[in-house]
């Protein structure tokens, strides 16, 4: 995104009368780490993110795949809105309310294919939350972790689930959900729900991609990437510092 389009974003942020911004976490606002848990929003993204909360007719959400309590943890300290595990809890006014029913039983099948794959890769892991199952190799050695992340796939893919369920190819990570969850399916609720004038939306990763390509034809929209790559977004940034700046500039 070059200062001209930046000029002019910050513009009809300001010029708004209802204005959206979404924001994922990881990759977005915070490096990604080793260790998930050890991520931090800085002192002055806290602040930033306060003012962006306290502008009048304002929304403003963490859209992220983590889970609840993960999420809710790094945020307890802040009153914002919450989109967690792309898309099917969200937390609005401190209240989460889930967005669909599962039972779950889908995970049986899944678990002994993502242990299989752990066992054959060291420093991978797996990770359970409410509504999906993710394997990640963050932590491994990156051609080993890479190679095995391609076998996976083609084993889930296999399955006699591979109809109903979602297999997500992120950023050293392999996520397995119901075809009912999804960022863009999450957007699409707050968008038609509301009237709004001026929408935001960043984010770095595959995940994010149906939330770009749902704002792809909406005029009222700047979505942006973080980092390289092939995306639905309109426009990229390079960093996270990009991202930073930007927010700062338009809670200034």
């Known amino acids: 995104m070059d200062n001209f389009i930046a000029a002019g974003l910050i513009e009809k942020y300001r010029n708004a009368d209802s204005r959206l911004v979404l924001l994922d976490y990881d990759g977005t606002l915070v490096d990604y780490t080793p260790v998930p848990d050890t991520t931090r929003l800085t002192n002055p993204l806290f602040d930033i993110l306060l003012k962006l909360i306290e502008t009048p007719r304002t929304e403003v959400y963490i859209i992220t795949g983590r889970g609840k309590h993960e999420i809710d943890k790094i945020f307890a300290h802040i009153p914002i809105s919450i989109i967690a595990e792309h898309g099917v809890i969200i937390k609005e006014r401190g209240i989460w309310k889930n967005q669909i029913s599962n039972d779950g039983l889908w995970k049986e099948t899944i678990f002994p294919i993502l ?27 990156s051609r080993s972790g890479y190679n095995c992340s391609r076998e996976l796939i083609r084993l889930l893919e296999k399955t006699g689930h591979s109809d109903d369920l979602k297999i997500l190819d992120g950023n050293k990570v392999v996520e397995v959900m119901t075809k009912e969850v999804g960022k863009g399916k999450a ?14 939306a960043i984010g770095d990763d595959a995940t994010d991609e149906e939330m770009f390509e749902y704002f792809l034809h909406k005029t009222r929209a700047y979505t942006i990437k973080v980092g390289n790559g092939d995306t639905f977004a309109k426009y990229k940034f390079e960093s996270i510092n990009d991202v930073v700046l930007l927010l700062k500039q338009i809670s200034g």
């Open 187 to 200: 957007v699409k609720k707050l968008f038609e729900q509301n009237n709004f004038d001026f929408i935001l």
């Open 115 to 141: 242990n299989q794959i752990t066992s054959k890769c060291p420093d991978s892991f797996v990770e359970e939350k409410l509504f999906s199952l993710a394997w990640h190799y963050r932590n491994a050695e």
